[in-house]
C-alpha cells in the first residue's frame, strides 16, 4: 500500500510538460512588463521561433521565423529578447545579459562568455549587477549600489 502511495505521489510531482512560451524581441526595458506579443496578427501569422546571436564580435542577432524565413536585426536597435522558457536577455556592449533577478531597486544577471581552446568551446557565466534594467552594468554589487542613498534599504 505504501508504494502505491508513494508512486500515486510521485506522478503527480511530475512536470506536465515543457513551457513553450513565444520568442519576442524587446525593443525597450518596459517590454519586459508587457504579456506576450502572440495577440498581434503580425505574430500569429508569422511567429519567431528562435533568437540566436550571430557571434561575439557581431552587431547583429539571428532571428529565424517559422517557414525558414530568418531576419538580422542590429543589436543596438534592441533592448534584448524573451526565449521560449520566458527568461529574458538584455543585449549590453555587445554582450548577452541573462536576466536572473529582478526587483524594483536592482537587477542581477548572468553574462554569458565563450572562448574557443583546444578541447573545444568554453561557455560561463559571469555576475553582473545594476541598479535597474536601463542602468549600466557593473562586476561587482558594491559598484551598482554605489550611487544608492545613505541608509537606503536594498532588498
Given at each position: 500500500?505504501?508504494?502505491?502511495?508513494?508512486?500515486?505521489?510521485?506522478?503527480?510531482a511530475?512536470?506536465?510538460?515543457?513551457?513553450?512560451?513565444?520568442?519576442?524581441?524587446?525593443?525597450?526595458?518596459?517590454d519586459?512588463?508587457?504579456?506576450?506579443?502572440?495577440?498581434?496578427?503580425?505574430?500569429?501569422?508569422?511567429?519567431?521561433?528562435?533568437?540566436?546571436?550571430?557571434?561575439?564580435?557581431?552587431?547583429?542577432?539571428?532571428?529565424?521565423?517559422?517557414?525558414?524565413?530568418?531576419?538580422?536585426v542590429?543589436?543596438?536597435?534592441?533592448?534584448?529578447?524573451?526565449?521560449?522558457?520566458?527568461?529574458?536577455?538584455?543585449?549590453?556592449?555587445?554582450?548577452?545579459c541573462?536576466?536572473?533577478?529582478?526587483?524594483?531597486?536592482?537587477?542581477?544577471?548572468?553574462?554569458?562568455?565563450?572562448?574557443?581552446?583546444?578541447?573545444?568551446?568554453?561557455?560561463?557565466?559571469?555576475?553582473?549587477?545594476?541598479?535597474?534594467?536601463?542602468?549600466?552594468?557593473?562586476?561587482?554589487?558594491?559598484?551598482?549600489?554605489?550611487d544608492?542613498?545613505?541608509?537606503?534599504i536594498?532588498?
Amino acid at each position: 500500500m505504501k508504494i502505491v502511495l508513494l508512486l500515486a505521489v510521485l506522478i503527480w510531482a511530475l512536470p506536465e510538460g515543457p513551457v513553450c512560451a513565444q520568442w519576442r524581441l524587446l525593443v525597450k526595458s518596459q517590454d519586459v512588463f508587457k504579456l506576450s506579443e502572440s495577440t498581434a496578427p503580425d505574430a500569429l501569422a508569422n511567429p519567431i521561433t528562435l533568437i540566436e546571436p550571430r557571434g561575439e564580435l557581431s552587431k547583429y542577432l539571428i532571428v529565424r521565423y517559422a517557414h525558414s524565413k530568418r531576419a538580422l536585426v542590429r543589436k543596438s536597435s534592441v533592448w534584448g529578447f524573451a526565449d521560449s522558457t520566458n527568461a529574458i536577455w538584455r543585449v549590453y556592449k555587445n554582450d548577452l545579459c541573462r536576466v536572473t533577478r529582478y526587483n524594483d531597486t536592482w537587477v542581477e544577471y548572468g553574462i554569458y562568455r565563450s572562448k574557443n581552446n583546444r578541447n573545444g568551446p568554453t561557455v560561463w557565466y559571469e555576475p553582473g549587477f545594476s541598479r535597474g534594467l536601463d542602468g549600466k552594468i557593473w562586476n561587482r554589487w558594491s559598484e551598482a549600489m554605489a550611487d544608492a542613498l545613505p541608509g537606503h534599504i536594498v532588498r
